[in-house]
């Protein structure tokens, strides 16, 4: 089993995906918001890479008799005419059960889409990070880590959520891997305290500068769930 990591989107390439698992991770906010839909029962997430393709997938889906609800940002505001904005904490049960979500972020969305070369992809966070490296240890396929970043730039953030489940992973079987992946498991080694090791991030200090200290909060939580959402299809359910 052999382990890589990509520092942005911007760097995705298929020869560096292709026929292995990619994990995607935005953990500030997009992973953490797909993970906690379908957490609390939503029927699938979709993602999608622009605004108006968000309303006219919506419409089409309503025209069909789902019932249906749009969340996302742009810039980490909510989306004028969407449902939610792009905080986990907005996708609560009574909100999304049995509801399809149709998401639209700057960052996550885009790095999915652009993954969909590889042969699975996952979904991760540190909400449910120790789950995804669970099933990363019982695949054991290669398996590269994606994280979105910040508009196409490094973010710490995803960088040490990446880091967090490599390390979950060695600690059960030894592994090959690069040095960007050596580096983030040994990010996380020396800052487990996730909060304290991002705060100067840029980021995370716009999501502070928002008033949004709850959603960093929960986002930088570790394990809160242990399902592990897969993009195949087009759509985002529970693998």
């Known amino acids: 089993m052999k382990i890589d990591l990509i520092i942005?989107?911007?760097?995705?390439?298929?020869?560096?995906?292709?026929?292995?698992?990619?994990?995607?991770?935005?953990?500030?906010?997009?992973?953490?918001?797909?993970?906690?839909?379908?957490?609390?029962?939503?029927?699938?997430?979709?993602?999608?890479?622009?605004?108006?393709?968000?309303?006219?997938?919506?419409?089409?889906?309503?025209?069909?008799?789902?019932?249906?609800?749009?969340?996302?940002?742009?810039?980490?505001?909510?989306?004028?005419?969407?449902?939610?904005s792009n905080s986990p904490l907005e996708y609560a049960q009574n909100k999304v059960l049995n509801k399809t979500v149709i998401l639209s972020t700057t960052n996550g969305t885009r790095a999915l889409n652009l993954c969909k070369k590889a042969d699975l992809i996952l979904i991760g966070s540190m909400i449910n990070g120790l789950a995804v490296s669970k099933k990363l240890l019982e695949l054991n396929k290669d398996v590269v880590f994606v994280n979105a970043g910040t508009n196409g730039e490094f973010s710490m953030d995803d960088f040490i959520c990446a880091g967090y489940m490599i390390d979950n992973i060695l600690k059960e079987k030894y592994c090959e891997m690069s040095d960007i992946?050596?580096?983030?498991?040994?990010?996380?080694?020396?800052?487990?305290?996730?909060?304290?090791?991002?705060?100067?991030?840029?980021?995370?200090?716009?999501?502070?500068?928002?008033?949004?200290?709850?959603?960093?909060?929960?986002?930088?939580?570790?394990?809160?769930?242990?399902?592990?959402?897969?993009?195949?299809?087009?759509?985002?359910d529970i693998l």
């Open 8 to 84: 942005s989107a911007d760097y995705i390439e298929e020869n560096k995906i292709k026929d292995k698992i990619v994990v995607v991770i935005d953990m500030l906010r997009a992973t953490s918001v797909i993970t906690t839909a379908l957490k609390n029962g939503a029927k699938c997430v979709i993602p999608i890479l622009t605004v108006d393709e968000a309303f006219d997938k919506a419409k089409k889906l309503k025209d069909c008799g789902e019932n249906v609800v749009l969340g996302g940002e742009r810039r980490a505001l909510k989306i004028e005419g969407f449902d939610f």
């Open 181 to 236: 992946a050596k580096t983030a498991k040994y990010v996380y080694e020396n800052n487990t305290d996730i909060i304290s090791f991002i705060k100067n991030a840029r980021h995370f200090e716009v999501l502070t500068s928002l008033g949004l200290q709850d959603d960093l909060n929960y986002c930088c939580s570790k394990n809160l769930t242990d399902i592990v959402p897969i993009f195949r299809n087009n759509n985002i």
